[in-house]
């Protein structure tokens, strides 16, 4: 079992930055590939981005240039750095883990991580 915790979240205007972390226990961080989703109100989970256990990274391309991942192995913690962000940026954002099958690019579907986390709210005013 993998247990996520994120934390990070907040109330930010537009154009501002928020940096959110995952702590993940439970199992050998460096073996998980870790993702990013979002969830708006209404709207179907979203795939924000993702990092794989060498480091890869993808993402969605409304965020591609403003937000970054990246993992601290030695800290079991990957974080979302979110800059210039909008309104529609708006959501709670979910920590999301699977055991790494050293595949060669991330995974971006909901379906294809197996832990959790309880997610962080986002709130970006115009």
């Known amino acids: 079992q993998v247990q996520l915790v994120e934390s990070g979240g907040g109330l930010v205007q537009a154009g501002g930055s928020l940096r959110l972390a995952c702590a993940a226990s439970?199992?050998?961080?460096?073996?998980?590939?870790m993702g990013w989703f979002r969830q708006a109100p209404g709207k179907e989970r979203e795939f924000v981005g993702a990092v794989m256990w060498n480091g890869r990274t993808r993402y969605v391309d409304s965020v591609n240039g403003r937000f970054t991942i990246s993992r601290d192995n030695g800290k079991n913690t990957v974080y979302l750095q979110m800059s210039s962000l909008k309104p529609e940026d708006t959501a709670v954002y979910l920590c999301?883990?699977?055991?790494?099958?050293?595949?060669?690019?991330?995974?971006?579907?909901?379906?294809?991580?197996?832990?959790w986390g309880q997610g962080t709210q986002v709130i970006v005013s115009s």
């Open positions: 999301a883990a699977r055991t790494t099958t050293f595949g060669a690019t991330p995974k971006v579907r909901a379906n294809e991580y197996g832990y």
């Open positions: 439970g199992r050998t961080f460096a073996t998980l590939d």
